[in-house]
């Protein structure tokens, strides 16, 4: 199995940077094999796709509403992965959802990840 771990959420004011972590952890997680990505969660609404970012960190992908504000990358070494929030606005207020694939390559997908984390509250205000 594999366990995912997310950290640094917080309330923060329209503007300000956030930085997520996500640590993995268990038998069945290889950071060479597994492409990694940020899904978020606002209230009343369905989870949706954030980032995604390759085993070897040299490709990721955004959904268009962060793409410029958001950057996600990976430490193997550590088995992380980041997601660095700049500009927030209070539209990304949400639950931010880790989650790991045994695919190699970049997904959007949520079908595409296996293994999920319990999630980290961001909250922005205006």
């Known amino acids: 199995q594999v366990q995912l771990v997310e950290s640094g959420g917080g309330l923060v004011q329209a503007g300000a940077s956030l930085r997520l972590s996500c640590t993995a952890s268990g038998r069945s997680f290889s950071s060479s094999s597994m492409a990694m990505g940020w899904f978020r969660q606002a209230p009343g609404k369905e989870r949706g796709f954030v980032a995604t970012?390759?085993?070897?960190?040299?490709?990721?992908d955004y959904t268009d509403s962060v793409k410029g504000r958001f950057a996600i990358s990976r430490d193997n070494a550590k088995n992380t992965v980041y997601l660095q929030m700049n500009s927030l606005k209070p539209e990304d207020t949400a639950v931010y959802y880790c989650a790991a694939s045994r695919l190699i390559y970049t997904t959007t997908h949520e079908n595409d990840y296996d293994y999920w984390g319990q999630g980290t509250q961001v909250t922005v205000s205006s």
């Open positions: 970012i390759n085993w070897a960190g040299d490709d990721a």
